[in-house]
C-alpha cells in the first residue's frame, strides 16, 4: 500500500509567505504606536515624580533650583535629596561609557534616538531626555523663567548667584517648569542631543519645537513620543499636548506659560 505525504507546495509556501508579511506590515505600525503611547506614560510618570521633588524642594527652601554654568551648579543636584535620583550620564568618549540607567531623568522614548546623556561644568555640556525653563522669552540677559535670580532687585552680576523666590510666580498653575528637551543634532555624528534649557524650543529656531529646522531632528523626533509632549508646570501637574500647545510663539496665551509674570513679552521674541 502506498502511503501519499501532504505537505506545501511551493505556489502554496509563497502565498502564505505574502500573506504573512501583509498582516506584518499592517500590525508593526500599531505596534509602534502602541509602544509610543507606553513610552508617553512613562515619561509623563517621570515628570510627575520631578514635580513633587520640585514641590518639595520649593516647600523647605522658598525659591526655584538656581542654575550657575561657572559653578557647576544644576538643577538635577538640588532636587537629588527630594527625588533619589542622579542624572544618568554617558560620555561621548569612546573609551569610556557609563550605561544609563532607569531613573526618573530617562525616558524611554529618548533612548530610541541614540541620544547622549552629558553631563559638564558648561551649562551646553548638561544634556538628555528632560530640560528646564532656565530664562523664559527673556534670554540670559533678561530672564524670565526659573533658573535664575530676579533681575528686579539684583545686581546684573549677582542674578546669576540668587535662586529665583517662589512668590515671584504670578501663576504657578500656569507656569512651564520642565519637559521634554528640545533636540539638536550632536557635532559631527548622527546622534540627536537634548536641548538643557527648555525655552530654546520656543525662542531659537535651531532647536524650534514646533517646526524643527533639520530633517534629521524631525526624524529623530518621530523615534521619541512624537507629535506628543509632555511638559511639568509648577505647582505639579503635567500636560501632554502637540507641539502647538506649548511652543506656538504666534499666540500670547503660550508664550505668558513661559514667564515668571505671566505676560508674554513678544518683544524679547528672536
Not at 509623563?44 to 526655584?64: A, E, P
Not at 568618549?93 to 526618573?104: D, G, L
Not at 507629535?227 to 501632554?240: A, C, K, M, R, T
Request: hydrophobic residues 40%; positive net charge; aromatic residues 10%.
Amino acid at each position: 500500500m502506498q502511503v501519499r505525504r501532504c505537505g506545501f507546495t511551493l505556489i502554496e509556501l509563497l502565498v502564505v509567505s505574502a500573506i504573512i508579511a501583509i498582516l506584518a506590515s499592517l500590525l508593526l505600525p500599531s505596534l509602534a504606536r502602541a509602544k509610543r503611547t507606553a513610552d508617553l506614560a512613562v515619561c509623563k510618570n517621570n515628570l510627575r515624580q520631578i514635580g513633587l521633588g520640585l514641590r518639595m524642594y520649593i516647600g523647605d527652601h522658598h525659591n526655584f533650583p538656581l542654575v550657575s554654568a561657572a559653578w557647576n551648579v544644576h538643577w538635577t543636584d538640588l532636587l537629588e535629596p527630594y527625588t533619589g535620583a542622579k542624572w544618568p550620564v554617558q560620555t561621548a568618549n569612546a573609551q569610556f561609557t557609563e550605561i544609563p540607567r532607569p531613573s526618573i531623568y530617562h525616558c524611554p522614548g529618548y533612548a530610541r534616538i541614540s541620544g547622549h546623556y552629558l553631563r559638564a561644568a558648561a551649562l551646553s555640556g548638561f544634556s538628555g531626555s528632560y530640560a528646564y525653563n532656565v530664562a523664559g522669552i527673556g534670554g540670559p540677559d533678561l530672564p524670565l523663567g526659573l533658573g535664575y535670580g530676579d533681575t528686579a532687585s539684583t545686581a546684573p552680576s549677582q542674578f546669576y548667584r540668587t535662586p529665583l523666590a517662589e512668590n515671584l510666580v504670578r501663576n504657578p498653575s500656569d507656569m512651564i517648569a520642565f519637559g521634554d528637551s528640545p533636540l539638536t543634532l550632536f557635532p559631527a555624528s548622527t546622534k540627536a542631543l537634548g536641548v538643557p534649557l527648555l525655552e530654546q524650543g520656543i525662542t531659537t529656531s535651531t532647536y524650534s519645537a514646533l517646526v524643527p529646522g533639520t530633517p534629521f531632528a524631525k526624524t529623530a523626533l518621530s523615534k521619541r513620543h512624537y507629535p506628543n509632549w509632555n511638559i511639568l508646570f509648577v505647582d505639579g501637574h503635567v500636560e501632554s499636548g502637540k507641539a502647538r500647545a506649548f511652543f506656538d510663539h504666534s499666540r500670547n496665551e503660550v508664550l505668558r506659560r513661559w514667564n515668571r509674570d505671566n505676560e508674554p513679552h513678544r518683544e524679547f521674541l528672536n
